[in-house]
């Protein structure tokens, strides 16, 4: 009983301490906090207007773009397309490259091409993408026989073009298996040798259709836009985490409009001239140049991703209609 009796004293004790040091406190205290509150704010908001000025200067004066020789750099979808041009360019620079695809004999014909090139270094690799436990594997052999691999670049996809009712439900897991769930592979497989060696940049080909919906797009759209919110979740998780590697190890994220790579069999826009359909080698430069600039996101062209943006302060009805007026379409297959 004595016990109890205590151990009530002492919480109202320990209450009144409390309330004395509140009291202590009182007014002076409560402004000091006010004027905390207000020196940050300000803070905030010079560091973001350097931020602003530093973002419009890099876009008159670009940065330099640093030096990839001698990276390992990893294409997935490096068989055809885009891929194949990621690959060329990162061999032209002096990167040694491997070349990731499910068709064997498409890997094999660019590094080929690299070698082609006369002392460019480059390996090719059979992988399933949407396959954890494959993936996992190769990343040990390509880490055992190449070295780490210092440049993820994630290309690959597939883009069936039909209404959403249309899709079966094995070609919609199929496309976020390899259009989206391959990242999550393939960043374990890699991501943590970064870490661990404290130097590494990951790409990550998303599509303008991971910045607006499109007609027989669906799934498609779908799963690039988790690519954007993937990429974006890992910048601010790795700057919440561990922020002493922000500028050790680099996310990018690039949006292309319609490319010529045969996943876009037909289309119409009535402006051609303004926006014609991407060829390959172009997309691959500008991917390839973002990185070596350590730009977080781009479009191609660059003036997309920021007419999107534009477009979006308005209500959603202003999108339609400027949708209409540029009569942009992709066909159903």
Same mark, same amino acid.
């Given at each position: 009983?004595?016990?109890?009796?205590?151990?009530?004293?002492?919480?109202?004790?320990?209450?009144?301490?409390?309330?004395a040091g509140r009291q202590t406190e009182g007014p002076a205290g409560q402004v000091l906090a006010?004027?905390?509150?207000?020196?940050?704010?300000?803070?905030?908001?010079?560091?973001?207007?350097?931020?602003?000025?530093?973002?419009?200067?890099?876009?008159?004066?670009?940065?330099?773009?640093?030096?990839?020789?001698?990276?390992?750099?990893?294409?997935?979808?490096?068989?055809?397309?885009?891929?194949?041009?990621?690959?060329?360019?990162?061999?032209?620079?002096?990167?040694?490259?491997?070349?990731?695809?499910?068709n064997e004999k498409g890997a094999a014909e660019t590094v080929r091409d690299i070698k082609a090139?006369?002392?460019?270094?480059?390996?090719?690799?059979?992988?399933?993408?949407?396959?954890?436990?494959?993936?996992?594997?190769?990343?040990?052999?390509?880490?055992?026989?190449?070295?780490?691999?210092?440049?993820?670049?994630?290309?690959?996809?597939?883009?069936?073009t039909k209404p959403f009712l249309e899709h079966s439900a094995e070609e919609m897991k199929r496309?976020?298996?390899?259009?989206?769930?391959?990242?999550?592979?393939?960043?374990?497989?890699?991501?943590?040798?970064?870490?661990?060696?404290?130097?590494?940049?990951?790409?990550?080909?998303?599509?303008?259709?991971?910045?607006?919906?499109?007609?027989?797009?669906?799934?498609?759209?779908?799963?690039?836009?988790?690519?954007?919110?993937?990429?974006?979740?890992?910048?601010?998780?790795?700057?919440?985490?561990?922020?002493?590697?922000?500028?050790?190890? #680099? *996310?990018?994220?690039?949006? +292309?409009?319609? /490319? %010529?790579?045969?996943?876009?069999?037909?289309?119409? @826009? $009535?402006?051609? !001239?303004?926006?014609?359909?991407?060829?390959?080698?172009?997309?691959?430069?500008?991917?390839?140049?973002?990185?070596?600039?350590?730009?977080?996101?781009?479009?191609?062209?660059?003036?997309?991703?920021?007419?999107? #943006? *534009?477009?979006?302060?308005? +209500?959603?009805? /202003? %999108?339609?209609?400027?949708?209409?007026?540029?009569? @942009? $379409?992709?066909? !159903?297959?």
């Open positions: 009983m004595a016990d109890a009796t205590s151990g009530v004293n002492n919480h109202a004790e320990q209450r009144q301490n409390g309330c006010v004027l905390v509150l207000l020196l940050e704010t300000v803070w905030m908001q010079l560091r973001v207007w350097a931020e602003v000025f530093r973002g419009v200067y890099q876009t008159i004066v670009p940065p330099a773009e640093k030096s990839v020789a001698g990276e390992v750099v990893l294409v997935t979808g490096a068989g055809h397309g885009i891929g194949r041009e990621i690959a060329l360019k990162y061999a032209s620079l002096g990167s040694t490259v491997v070349c990731m695809d499910i090139l006369g002392g460019a270094k480059a390996a090719a690799y059979k992988c399933d993408v949407s396959n954890r436990d494959e993936v996992l594997a190769v990343a040990k052999t390509i880490t055992q026989e190449v070295g780490p691999v210092t440049v993820l670049v994630n290309n690959a996809g597939i883009m069936p496309i976020f298996d390899i259009n989206m769930l391959a990242h999550f592979w393939l960043l374990q497989a890699f991501l943590p040798s970064m870490y661990e060696r404290k130097h590494g940049h990951i790409v990550a080909v998303s599509s303008m259709c991971g910045q607006m919906g499109c007609t027989n797009l669906a799934p498609y759209c779908a799963s690039k836009f988790a690519v954007r919110g993937f990429m974006e979740s890992l910048a601010v998780e790795q700057h919440d985490l561990r922020p002493d590697m922000d500028d050790k190890v #680099r *996310f990018t994220t690039i949006y +292309p409009y319609m /490319v %010529a790579t045969g996943l876009v069999k037909s289309h119409t @826009v $009535r402006f051609n !001239g303004l926006m014609p359909i991407l060829n390959p080698k172009v997309v691959a430069e500008e991917v390839v140049s973002a990185m070596r600039r350590n730009q977080t996101e781009i479009s191609v062209p660059g003036w997309l991703f920021h007419f999107n #943006r *534009f477009v979006r302060l308005f +209500p959603g009805s /202003v %999108a339609l209609m400027v949708r209409d007026f540029l009569q @942009v $379409r992709i066909s !159903g297959e």
